[in-house]
């Protein structure tokens, strides 16, 4: 049975920091890219960040990139997004997938594989 667990979301200022983990169990976490959706009421789904299954090659959104960082531990199955300066309008509920690859995450990539069922952000003014 396939399970992606998210946690570390909560309120924040704006201007702080959270980091969200994601902890996978019923596939092999080594065979699967791995990243993060975010989406809020009344806005399209936003593939935030991946990361590659084998080589660590990682992709970020225009919105976030140089304030997010993404990781994983494959020894631990578990993913993390650290999350930086953050913004109200990074307020959102925040989503673990897994797919083969990255593409999934770019704009009209598709769905991918697996999803966890999301930990809210909210970032205040």
């Known amino acids: 049975q396939v399970k992606v667990v998210e946690s570390g979301g909560g309120l924040v200022q704006a201007g702080g920091s959270l980091r969200l983990s994601c902890t996978v169990s019923?596939?092999?976490?080594?065979?699967?890219?791995m990243g993060w959706f975010r989406q809020s009421p009344g806005k399209e789904r936003e593939g935030v960040s991946c990361?590659?299954?084998?080589?660590?090659?990682?992709y970020y959104s225009d919105s976030v990139k140089g304030r997010f960082t993404i990781s994983r531990d494959n020894a631990k199955n578990t993913l993390y997004l650290q999350m930086s300066s953050l913004k109200p309008e990074d307020t959102a509920m925040y989503y673990c997938?897994?797919?083969?690859?990255?593409?999934?995450?770019?704009?009209?990539?598709?769905?991918?594989?697996?999803w966890g069922q999301g930990t809210q952000v909210t970032v205040s003014s």
């Open positions: 990361i590659n299954r084998s080589d660590g090659m990682t």
């Open positions: 997938a897994a797919d083969r690859w990255c593409d999934k995450w770019r704009p009209r990539g598709g769905s991918p594989d697996h």
């Open positions: 019923g596939f092999t976490f080594d065979d699967y890219a």
